[in-house]
């Protein structure tokens, strides 16, 4: 018997296409071009600089006592594990699944990472954390929320509080989101957060570290780069904390730019109405796309608040020259889907196989299996919900064609 013909759909937008930076925003940010003033302390008298107004809005918009303003995330967490105390030679507990910054921050502090497995949900299989944090002794956790998938963090803080360990939240996908009614980057000694263009808040480039710890704080502060100018700083412990550490921190230049810090904080009220825009187009995908035969997709936490900004799953029972055919057949039709099944790393994807640059990377057999079929694309919010509809008739069409064999 022959089956009608399906209509071959394609889609042609762009996956990497941004919203445009608001009226509002291009407004302020002319301001700053005009004022000449574009340094964070280049401040006349009692003036405050637009850096360090940001720094005190995003304080208060997680909850933390402290935040500070760097050049990237990656920067932000190089900095957060020198300013822990993190030595040469340390070793750094972290989730296998992330992306390329992180073990390059790990690398940049000459630390060694231990590596923990993930399980099918992409989050860290925390029984391995316990096993590889008694095995190995490490006294840091580096915790990178990939792609917005939150483990629980109340199981987290317990097992890192018994063990003495010190956790570092990397939360480049999980601005906006929170477990339960905190922020992340508030469990751990220190979050931090990106706002680099393909996350939640697009300054081209831009980090925030956040913590409670006044000590931390202050070595933050000096890494960055202050140029014994932290007094100009709203959100800072108090000047005499800065006079033990003031000669002992060296100045890493990785200083926010006012420009840069006017961009987010123009965006950073909109920040709840934008998650759930994300939201709403990542519930609609995961709707459309449920049941599809070889799609498994991970469940979500009852307290994870996560924010949808981009959509994974994993193709199941099938082998990888099928999973690539299937990629490379969305990606004919115009869907762009990141695998990290891919040995070489591609783009934005990354394996810890990859990361030659560290001697002892040892298997991680559970990570391996996963990140085989795992696909992944972002959820621009230039896309219609007609746009998402699209992408995913079209990921069933072909996995029903390539996968199932279909004709
Ligand atoms: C983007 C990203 C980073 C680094 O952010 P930058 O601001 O580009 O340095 C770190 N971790 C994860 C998981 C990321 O996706």
Sequence with gaps: MTKPLEDVLTFDKSFTRQEPISESGIQKAAEVLQSGRLHRYNTLGDEIAEASLLEQEYAAYVGSRYCLGLASCGSSIYVALKSVGVQPGDKILSNAFTLAPVPGAIKNAEAEPVFVEIDEDYLTDLNDLEKKAKASGAKYFLLSHMRGHIVDMEQTTEICNRLGITMIEDCAHTMGAT???????????????????????????????????????????????????????????????????????????????????????????????????????????????????????????????????????TVTNTDSTTIEQFVNTCADRGVAIKWFGRMEPKGFTSRHESWAYFQNNEALPETETIMDGLCDFRIPLTFTFDDCKTIVAIIRQVVSKVIEGDQ
């Design 179 to 313: 477990w339960g009614d905190q922020y992340t980057g508030t469990f751990g000694k220190v979050g931090c957060f990106s706002t680099q263009t393909y996350k939640h808040i697009n300054s081209g480039e831009g980090g925030l570290l956040v913590t409670d710890d006044k000590d931390v704080a202050a070595k933050a502060i000096l890494y960055s780069g202050s140029y014994m100018l932290y007094d100009k700083h709203l959100s800072r412990p108090p000047l005499e904390v800065f006079e033990k550490h003031k000669t002992i921190i060296p100045n890493f230049s990785l200083r926010m730019s006012n420009l840069v810090a006017t961009l987010i904080r123009d965006q950073l009220p909109h920040l709840e109405e934008q998650s759930k825009r994300w939201n709403e187009r990542y519930r609609l995908i995961e709707a459309q796309l449920q049941d599809t035969p070889h799609i498994r997709i991970p469940r979500r936490r009852e307290k994870e608040g996560y924010v949808g900004s981009s959509f994974q799953f």
